[in-house]
């Protein structure tokens, strides 16, 4: 998947994934897609959630051996 | 600026005295839902993290200022950071250390009774998932019954009053939680027992607990007798303990019973599920202390933090002990189950020596509730 922006989160604990991605999406337009990449268990969940109540949009994730990757379209 | 950490074992002593606690819980909303440290007197909030970054102002109106208030997230982290923001709003917050993982992992041990000749009964309480587990103490010697996955802290119990684990029994194989039996028996030279037809897929080595079986412990033959009772699994085992005690494992709760579907074979099992509930308990000792190896809701605990109650009074109080028409009794244990445990496929391989995760995946499976009832 094309992504505008690549943050890389790998070996970040929580709550710093989510901190790093919303300073980023901050800095992107409307409609522009970052890709995160995370290895904390607990991002999933709380990005899915994140994206929902500031209304972006999660195109799709997927896990390889132990590192996550999610795709965030900006709301 | 600095926070005080409030460790699970503090929050267990306010939860089973029912003190006032106020829990800010920052995971998301999911999560919440999902499991939460439950006790009489504690009020909530949940508002997830990543709303709080740019500022805690509105939630500080909604914090009550008569009791204590504690931070809760899932590792830790994120709750520090909430609990600091808090405190440069001049609000006084702990937060709780190692977050809800290590609330899952937390045992309070209980003494439930006196045995004959001096020996002692110990419940041991895991607050955060709702797992009992149990160590029959006896003239040095120790029987230890459905171990959690924290094995040490059964070595260090044993070894503080003296004594020397020598069987290590598992009521049934568990789907909800990653047993400690292999690893204490390994770590001591104890037996570990399992029930052989629950054990088909286990790929190491262990003794047979069937039905009879009795073991002595301490010299004064303190007795534990094995009481065949199947239902939640089909080799679950009950035990009978100094002729006092029943360990009911996951057969027999304190307000409900157990779920006969984790191991996918609910329609096979159901029939004697009742058969165990409604006639081989039955037959024994209205006297009988029940010892359940989950409890489901807070409520369930005696004043004294403990989970027991006589059979007799289970017999009149417990919902699904007075259910006479068989067909109703099925459809109660085969449909509207709750969700399945998490994981729980992943826990019996587990169990069962299949698969070994390591620590932090373990860790992991067990996260939530137990889910091993329906009521």
Redesign the interface.
């Known amino acids: 998947m094309n992504a505008d922006k690549v943050l890389d989160a790998k070996g970040l604990a929580c709550p710093m994934p989510i901190v790093k991605t919303r300073k980023q999406m901050k800095e992107m337009e409307s409609g522009q897609v970052l890709e995160i990449l995370a290895t904390d268990k607990g991002a999933k969940a709380d990005l899915v959630a994140w994206a929902k109540s500031g209304g972006h949009e999660m195109l799709d994730s997927r896990e390889d051996s132990d590192v996550f990757t999610f795709w965030i379209k900006k709301g | 600026m600095t926070v005080t950490a409030m460790t699970a074992s503090e929050v267990a002593k306010k939860v089973v005295n029912d003190q006032p606690l106020f829990i800010l819980d920052v995971r998301?909303?999911?999560?919440f839902a999902d499991w939460k440290i439950e006790g009489g007197n504690i009020q909530y909030l949940n508002t997830?993290?990543?709303?709080l970054?740019d500022g805690v102002e509105e939630v500080v109106s909604e914090l009550p200022t008569d009791r204590d208030i504690l931070v809760v997230?899932?590792?830790e982290?994120?709750s520090i950071?909430v609990a600091e923001m808090l405190s440069e709003e001049g609000v006084q917050a702990a937060y709780l250390q190692g977050g809800m993982k290590a609330w899952s992992e937390h045992l309070e041990p209980v003494k439930v009774g006196e045995l004959s000749n001096g020996g002692e009964l110990y419940q041991f309480v895991r607050l955060g998932k709702g797992c009992l587990s149990y160590m029959v103490i006896s003239e040095g010697e120790a029987a230890v019954v459905d171990a959690t996955r924290m094995a040490n802290i059964f070595l260090d119990f044993a070894q503080e009053k003296g004594a020397t684990i020598k069987h290590v029994f598992d009521t049934h194989l568990h789907a909800d939680h990653i047993s400690g039996g292999r690893a204490i028996a390994e770590a001591t030279g104890a037996t570990y027992y399992l029930p052989p037809k629950d054990a088909e897929g286990v790929v190491f080595e262990y003794a047979a607990l069937e039905n009879g079986l009795e073991v002595a412990i301490g010299n004064s033959k303190l007795e534990i007798e094995a009481v065949y009772s199947p239902g939640h699994t089909i080799g679950s085992t009950s035990f009978i303990v100094d002729s006092k005690y029943l360990l009911t494992g996951d057969i027999l709760f304190i307000d409900s019973i157990g779920r006969p579907d984790l191991a996918g074979l609910a329609e096979d099992w159901v029939g004697d599920l009742r058969e165990s509930l409604y006639s081989r308990y039955q037959d024994l000792a209205n006297e009988l202390i029940v010892l359940p190896a989950h409890f489901m809701i807070i409520d369930e605990l005696n004043e004294d933090g403990s989970v027991a109650k006589k059979l007799g009074d289970l017999f009149k109080e417990n919902h699904g002990l007075n259910i006479s028409d068989e067909q109703e009794f099925r459809d109660m244990v085969t449909k509207n189950l709750p969700p399945q445990p998490n994981a729980y496929q992943d826990i019996r391989k587990t169990n069962m020596g299949q698969i070994t995760p390591d620590d932090e995946i373990q860790r992991?499976m067990e996260i939530g509730p137990n889910r091993c009832a329906v009521r």
């Open positions: 998301n909303g999911d999560a997830p993290y990543f709303d970054l997230c899932a590792k982290g994120s950071m992991e």
